[in-house]
């Protein structure tokens, strides 16, 4: 290295310039995504008295009302995907092969709910479910009920809720999905003489998996984690893993455990992904598969 | 009619779409029609009147929040397109290259998880937490988006343009200045709006990083839904509403849909 004169030296760092302004990026992701994701792994084996390895922090939350709040958790963002599903198919296939007329603002209409603020589209949500709401006044003045049914603080609330907001996450790789399907199968197969049945169930659906399968994430993952529907419209009744996490890392000032607790509905979620994954290539198309 | 007649019940699917629109419609709806309402209690209708609108425009507390909120926004939007920009132009050794699925890595993990460990590392560092680790965390998470964004449009262009400027005596920094940036300037302008809006409407990371002292809009309205709301907050939300189907609508102008995120 003795070689290296000053000048050299000057050189070599100049030619490094591109370089160096190339990954500040990535110093970025590393400093704040990185390295906090190991601490915390790190941090869930530390003991809470200072330091030294322990598994103590996970021995604490093996428990049964932990491993209920990672179930409901995963059980409602399940719930929240499946219905994301089964709403957002029939208005993407609506749009995306029956009509085409005014289909770019019917499409912009679908798509403006995931531009408001999450927050306003809870606070919307209020006003169908109080209890002097809309959901309420119609029904009592359609006699079908004698007195307000309490709707907001239950987990009904928060479901319709985590689906309305997520509903959009799964209207947009779906409905890109089907645009992009290409319609001459479905002339071919109804020339063939297939039912409209057996070329929705043989051709179109196996062909939206893809875009199911996205959207599908897109929900599931976010909506597990969720902290501010619940926090508003649970009435505080039902703890979810986003409550947990900040309440363990808040208020009760227990980073150990809240870390012990975060790593453990991480590996829950991952291994629902990975199901899912699998129960996902099991329906695509062979073709697909042999991609996957 | 192109495909909907050969559809299973083709007559039960434009009933099933219209269902969907009232669905996503309606509480937007009575939301709106309520910020013009009269009474002292936000759910309950007296009669027209815009006096909220007022309140909220002489209300102090709500200016500092939505300069809070826009300071961030736009530190974040301008910190995480700069370095993305640089990432795209100057990343051309194999390594820096490779490392770019690092990035897909922020998005698939759970907010709550970011905000968590960001939260961690300040106070593991004593950082103070305020604006700055606001930015810090809004930077990380439109890295997320932008990065993916610019990348691919940047892959599209045609490359003879750069090189044909290289060859001309430009340098690389004036390259990446009179050439790139023109060329990639819808796709900037795109990322800059979803930074926006993303950062605008983030819960999970401000209320992690930001300890309270330091509000954002959605803080605010949570804080405000929480400790009973009062009508204020349904102009509040009603503006904000507005505000972002302007945005849309300035997007949409622009040709560049969210959708394209997702390939």
Not at chain 1, 219 to 224: A, D, G, K, M, T
Not at chain 2, 35 to 62: A, D, M, Q, R
């Amino acid at each position: 290295m003795t070689g290296l004169s000053k000048r050299n030296l000057k050189q070599l760092f100049r030619e490094q310039i591109p370089f160096f302004l190339s990954i500040p990026s990535l110093i970025w992701q590393i400093l704040f995504f990185y390295i906090p994701t190991i601490l915390i792994i790190g941090l869930s084996f530390v003991a809470m008295t200072g330091y030294g390895f322990t598994l103590y922090n996970y021995w604490l939350c093996c428990t049964v009302t932990y491993a209920f709040i990672i179930a409901r958790s995963l059980l409602a963002a399940f719930i929240t995907s499946f219905c994301c599903v089964l709403i957002a198919y029939p208005v993407c296939y609506y749009l995306a092969l029956s009509i085409e007329r005014a289909k770019n603002f019917l499409l912009f209409l679908l798509i403006l709910p995931f531009w408001t603020s999450v927050m306003v589209q809870i606070y919307a949500w209020f006003f169908v479910l109080e209890r002097h709401g809309l959901i309420n006044t119609i029904l009592l003045r359609l006699h079908l009920i004698t007195q307000p049914v309490a709707l907001l603080n239950s987990s009904i609330a928060v479901y319709i809720v985590m689906i309305y907001c997520y509903l959009p996450f799964m209207i947009m790789p779906l409905y890109a999905q089907l645009e992009k399907l290409d319609t001459r199968l479905l002339d071919a197969s109804a020339d063939l003489g297939a039912t409209a049945w057996q070329t929705f169930t043989r051709i179109t659906l196996p062909l939206s998996v893809p875009g199911i399968r996205t959207g599908f994430f897109l929900v599931l993952v976010p909506s597990f984690g969720e902290l501010a529907i619940p926090a508003l419209l649970s009435g505080g009744k039902q703890l979810f893993v986003g409550s947990v996490i900040s309440q363990f890392f808040i208020s009760a000032r227990e980073p150990h455990l809240g870390a012990a607790f975060t790593v453990m509905s991480c590996i829950a979620l991952a291994a629902a992904v990975g199901l899912m994954y699998m129960a996902f290539s099991w329906f695509s198309t062979p073709a697909e598969r042999n991609a996957l | 009619m192109k495909y909907g007649s050969r559809a299973p019940l083709p007559w039960l699917l434009p009933l099933l779409a219209l269902g969907v629109y009232v669905f996503l419609y309606v509480p937007i709806a009575v939301l709106v029609i309520f910020s013009c309402n009269k009474s002292e209690l936000p759910f309950v209708w007296e009669g027209f009147s815009l006096k909220w609108y007022t309140h909220l425009w002489h209300s102090p507390e709500i200016w500092h929040v939505l300069c809070n909120s826009l300071i961030v926004a736009f530190s974040a939007a301008f910190l995480s397109i700069t370095m993305a920009v640089l990432y795209v132009f100057y990343g051309t050794r194999r390594m820096v290259q490779q490392l770019y699925i690092t990035f897909y890595a922020s998005l698939a993990t759970p907010e709550i998880v970011l905000a968590v460990g960001l939260l961690n590392l300040f106070t593991l560092f004593s950082i103070p937490i305020g604006l700055l680790t606001l930015i810090i965390g809004h930077t990380l998470l439109g890295l997320g988006y932008v990065i993916p964004i610019i990348h691919a449009r940047y892959q599209e262009l045609d490359k003879q343009y750069m090189e044909a400027s290289l060859d001309l005596g430009a340098s690389p920094g004036q390259t990446l200045r009179y050439v790139m940036i023109p060329l990639l300037k819808p796709a900037l302008l795109a990322s800059a709006l979803i930074v926006l809006v993303i950062s605008l409407d983030d819960f999970i990371i401000s209320f992690f990083c930001s300890g309270g002292a330091t509000q954002t809009l959605p803080m605010y309205i949570f804080v405000m839904i929480r400790s009973g709301a009062s009508p204020v907050v349904n102009a509040l939300s009603t503006v904000l509403l507005l505000l972002s189907s302007v945005l849309v609508l300035l997007f949409s102008s622009l040709h560049i849909k969210k959708m394209d995120l997702l390939r």
